[in-house]
């Protein structure tokens, strides 16, 4: 698989009615234009759809995933096929309110694949993530290693990964999902113990320089989104026969916070990227892998990475550089 098969990758079974929660964050607003340019018929869903031309001319639906009836309404007039469950509170935020992240990511897991039971969804796609993870942890983490999250979103991920395992075994749904590393793109992420890494990229673009929060020495898994958009795709095509579990480790690169900087550097020239490490966020980041093993998706569903750090300085840069500069307009 390389980069110029675009984020679909070479399957094609056009027509899925595909209903996607959490549409309006960093992956669904891409999720959604992938899904569309694959004829899948895509239905968007978020607790404020977005105005004007972000909605990308797809048809929104209003969606507090806490609220069981809201989530039971939708399913029972969409009646989609396969559901993308991207709605989550990411792990920064969300130890500034534990409380509202449990409601969201735990509540909302539950209440989304309930519905897919009772209205008979054939398939639900979960992003799980690197924050299922916890502090003791190898040098290469495999998909099997005890989970011990430190957050209230990864212990809310590691419940929603159980909870579909539960809802497969029982009930017989398709429930599949990916780890993901964190993510980079010319959409901004909101609230998340990665964000220094997007950032490190806006900022300098934006004003010159960034402050990071973290040590330089700090390194965690991290994915360019157009192979994070092609692994959600792949995985629900990969024929379920193949598959020898619910969940898979992703992985693509793992630099170091001072690996970034300088790659950064090079791409923005002049850059000033300085460090000072916020002791809660660097707890987190401490307590996360520093590199995942995806052997498990290699094997089972022909996953590879086609993006490596400076294919995707390259890339992100003039995209990010445009995103800038409309903020600043
Ligand atoms: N990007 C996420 C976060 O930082 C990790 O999945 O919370």
Same mark, same amino acid.
């Given at each position: 698989m390389t980069?110029?098969h675009?984020?679909?990758?070479?399957?094609?079974?056009p027509g899925?009615?595909?209903l996607?929660?959490?549409a309006?964050g960093?992956?669904?607003?891409?999720?959604l234009?992938a899904?569309?340019?694959?004829?899948? *018929?895509?239905?968007?869903s978020?607790l404020?759809?977005?105005?004007g031309? %972000?909605?990308l001319?797809?048809?929104?639906?209003s969606?507090?995933?806490?609220?069981?009836?809201q989530?039971?309404?939708l399913?029972?007039?969409l $009646?989609?096929?396969v559901?993308?469950?991207?709605?989550a509170?990411?792990?920064?935020?969300?130890? !500034?309110?534990?409380?509202r992240?449990?409601?969201v990511? *735990?509540?909302?897991t539950?209440?989304?694949?309930?519905?897919?039971r009772?209205?008979?969804?054939?398939?639900?796609?979960f992003?799980?993530?690197?924050?299922?993870?916890?502090?003791?942890?190898?040098?290469?983490?495999?998909?099997?290693v005890?989970?011990?999250?430190?957050?209230?979103?990864?212990?809310?991920?590691?419940?929603g990964?159980?909870?579909g395992e539960?809802?497969?075994? $029982?009930?017989?749904?398709?429930?599949?999902?990916?780890?993901?590393p964190?993510?980079?793109?010319a959409?901004?992420?909101?609230?998340?113990?990665?964000?220094y890494?997007?950032?490190?990229?806006?900022?300098?673009? !934006?004003?010159g320089?960034?402050?990071?929060f973290?040590?330089?020495?700090? *390194?965690?898994?991290?994915?360019?989104m157009?192979?994070?958009?092609r692994a959600?795709?792949?995985?629900?095509l990969?024929?379920?026969e193949?598959?020898?579990?619910?969940?898979?480790?992703?992985? %693509?690169?793992s630099?170091? @916070? *001072?690996e970034? %900087?300088?790659?950064?550097?090079?791409?923005?020239?002049?850059?000033?990227i300085?460090?000072?490490?916020?002791?809660?966020?660097?707890a987190?980041l401490?307590s996360?892998?520093r590199?995942?093993?995806?052997?498990?998706?290699?094997r089972?569903w022909?996953?590879?990475?086609?993006?490596?750090? @400076?294919r995707m300085?390259?890339?992100?840069?003039?995209?990010?550089? @445009?995103?800038?500069? $409309?903020?600043?307009?």
């Amino acid at each position: 698989m390389t980069a110029s098969h675009g984020p679909v990758g070479p399957h094609t079974t056009p027509g899925r009615k595909v209903l996607v929660t959490g549409a309006g964050g960093q992956v669904g607003l891409d999720l959604l234009q992938a899904l569309r340019a694959r004829g899948d *018929q895509v239905f968007a869903s978020d607790l404020a759809p977005p105005s004007g031309d %972000a909605g990308l001319g797809l048809p929104w639906s209003s969606l507090d995933v806490t609220r069981a009836t809201q989530v039971d309404a939708l399913f029972a007039e969409l $009646r989609p096929d396969v559901v993308y469950h991207l709605a989550a509170i990411l792990s920064a935020t969300g130890e !500034r309110d534990p409380l509202r992240t449990y409601a969201v990511n *735990q509540d909302g897991t539950l209440h989304v694949l309930e519905a897919a039971r009772k209205f008979g969804v054939r398939q639900v796609i979960f992003t799980s993530t690197i924050a299922v993870f916890g502090p003791g942890l190898p040098p290469l983490v495999g998909d099997d290693v005890p989970l011990r999250p430190t957050t209230m979103y990864g212990v809310t991920k590691v419940a929603g990964e159980l909870l579909g395992e539960y809802y497969s075994r $029982r009930h017989g749904l398709d429930f599949r999902g990916v780890r993901f590393p964190g993510l980079l793109s010319a959409v901004l992420p909101g609230g998340g113990t990665s964000d220094y890494a997007p950032l490190m990229y806006y900022e300098s673009l !934006r004003t010159g320089g960034y402050e990071a929060f973290c040590r330089p020495d700090s *390194q965690i898994p991290l994915m360019y989104m157009p192979d994070a958009l092609r692994a959600l795709v792949e995985l629900s095509l990969a024929p379920r026969e193949r598959l020898g579990r619910c969940i898979y480790n992703i992985a %693509a690169f793992s630099p170091t @916070a *001072q690996e970034i %900087a300088d790659e950064v550097a090079r791409v923005v020239p002049g850059a000033r990227i300085t460090f000072k490490p916020d002791p809660a966020r660097q707890a987190i980041l401490d307590s996360w892998p520093r590199a995942l093993d995806d052997t498990c998706a290699r094997r089972d569903w022909d996953w590879r990475p086609a993006w490596d750090l @400076a294919r995707m300085s390259d890339d992100l840069t003039p995209k990010l550089a @445009a995103l800038a500069a $409309r903020a600043g307009e």
